[in-house]
């Protein structure tokens, strides 16, 4: 069945349907519609829901949950993704499955509440302390927001790790249809690590603390290989109207959207161009991209962001020097437009 819903509470519902038993979070615009969702609908369905007294209440209220095996998730924008940053890495630390939304605001600071998409670096290079990595999905419509929330839950559970779903404002805010996967089961993960208070078995102990520094350095190994394999598994990448390009643009989340729209334009004025969209931030999706980096044909890159360019070390990394990249953003809450991008791509053929 389709239904009309606001980016927020399409996440929310999604999460429901994906077996949420517990949220935790704090009200801060532009995401505020997913808690209050969840707070209607959570507790009904057995769950449980607390505002907590503020972002770093919520997300060890998440860890002390997702300890338990229970299926977890916070949400928040820019200033409380910081606030929660000790949490993340402790669920790192811990292997602990947890989703995280962030419906990115303008920043730095309290800047406003436009849509924004200032908090790549902080996602994917990991915004708290240590050695450790979240894996990141950039949903670019309602639609996929609700997909890739029901993966995300998958996916924590799967690597035991953090997962975040990075959107933005205009995400959050919009309304579009949508529809749910009426079959979708959750699937059967054991976790013989939670910490559920029986007794007669060995003890559990969930724990991101090692004093002996031979023994944190094993540790981090161990999460090295975890990353490895996720890096090898699960990139997710969207490749439009690459066959001929001769011109590639690389964006995500909202902004590929528009970006998507330009390449749309100037196709039509007979350009050849495409589009490369990543939908997994982390892990990134090097080789595609190195992939057309080789191509003879292929002239330049450039990289459109919502941002001044928090996106593009990674995109140059990939290209890996053999072709120019060239960067295009508008930062503070302004949204770059079909006509800004068409002229911008145009100027550089001149």
């Known amino acids: 069945m389709k239904v009309l819903m606001k980016g927020n509470e399409a996440i929310a519902e999604a999460a429901l349907r994906a077996g949420c038993e517990c949220f935790f979070g704090y009200p801060i615009t532009p995401q505020t519609e997913l808690l209050q969702y969840m707070a209607k609908k959570l507790l009904k369905s057995g769950g449980v829901f607390i505002q907590a007294e503020s972002e770093v209440g919520a997300i060890n209220m998440a860890y002390g949950a997702a300890s338990c095996g229970k299926r977890v998730m916070t949400s928040s924008s820019g200033p409380g993704i910081s606030l929660k940053q000790e949490g993340i890495s402790y669920l790192a630390g811990a292997e602990l499955p947890c989703v995280i939304v962030?419906?990115?605001?303008?920043?730095?600071?309290?800047?406003?509440?436009?849509a924004a998409q200032s908090d790549y670096l902080q996602a994917t290079k990991g915004g708290g302390h240590g050695d450790y990595k979240v894996i990141v999905l950039a949903p670019s419509s309602v639609q996929e927001a609700v997909d890739l929330t029901i993966k995300a839950f998958d996916l924590a559970d799967k690597y035991r790790n953090p997962v975040m779903i990075l959107g933005d404002g205009m995400l959050g805010q919009m309304m579009e249809v949508v529809e749910f996967d009426e079959n979708y089961k959750r699937p059967r993960t054991e976790k013989p690590w939670a910490v559920t208070g029986e007794r007669n078995r060995p003890k559990r102990v969930t724990n991101s603390l090692y004093i002996v520094p031979e023994e944190?350095?094993?540790?981090?190994f161990k999460l090295r290989e975890?990353?490895?394999k996720i890096e090898e598994n699960e990139v997710m990448v969207e490749e439009y109207m690459t066959d001929d390009a001769q011109v590639i643009f690389v964006s995500f989340g909202m902004c590929a959207r528009i970006v998507k729209s330009a390449v749309n334009k100037l196709r039509q004025s007979g350009e050849k161009v495409g589009l490369i969209r990543p939908i997994t931030l982390y892990p990134f999706p090097t080789k595609c991209i190195e992939k057309y980096a080789n191509f003879d044909r292929i002239k330049f890159f450039i990289d459109v962001e919502m941002n001044l360019g928090q996106m593009l070390e990674d995109v140059k990394l990939s290209v890996a020097g053999k072709k120019d990249v060239h960067f295009y953003g508008r930062t503070g809450g302004m949204v770059p437009t079909?006509?800004?991008?068409?002229?911008?791509?145009?100027?550089?053929k001149e």
Do not use: D, W
């Not at 079909?338 to 550089?348: G, Q, V």
């Open 338 to 348: 079909i006509a800004e991008i068409e002229n911008y791509y145009f100027s550089l």
């Open 226 to 228: 975890k990353y490895k």
């Open 216 to 220: 944190l350095e094993k540790h981090n």
């Open 102 to 114: 962030n419906i990115m605001r303008g920043g730095p600071g309290l800047g406003n509440i436009n």
